[in-house]
Nanobody, 118 residues
Framework: QVQLVESGGGLVQPGGSLKLSCVASGLTFSSYFMSWYRQAPGKERELVASARWADGIRDYADFVKGRFTISRDNAKNTVDLQMNSLKPEDTAVYYC???????????WGKGTLVTVSS
């Protein structure tokens, strides 16, 4: 049974930092593209960042470039999202996402809430 468990969300002031972590189990982690998505109230879910392989190639949405950093550790089955210079518009539920490279089969975590407010 595949499980993606996020942690690290919470309340932070504008300009602050948070680090989200996702631990995956029940899958061959190195064979999955790993990403973070977010969904703000009343909005559609959107891609934040992807770390497809452990080769160092990363993709970021324009609205987080220069502020967020995604990293993955295939030995620990984890993917992290370091978020700096947070803005109120970053408030959302953040979801960990895994997609099998061959078939496209995907899995989602349950999400962790990030609230940026003074």
């Amino acid at each position: 049974q595949v499980q993606l468990v996020e942690s690290g969300g919470g309340l932070v002031q504008p300009g602050g930092s948070l680090k989200l972590s996702c631990v995956a189990s029940g899958l061959t982690f190195s064979s999955y593209f790993m990403s973070w998505y977010r969904q703000a109230p009343g909005k559609e879910r959107e891609l934040v960042a992807s770390a497809r392989w452990a080769d160092g190639i990363r993709d970021y949405a324009d609205f987080v470039k220069g502020r967020f950093t995604i990293s993955r550790d295939n030995a620990k089955n984890t993917v992290d999202l370091q978020m700096n210079s947070l803005k109120p518009e970053d408030t959302a539920v953040y979801y960990c996402h895994a997609q099998f490279y061959a078939s496209g089969t995907e899995y989602w975590g349950k999400g962790t809430l990030v609230t940026v407010s003074s």
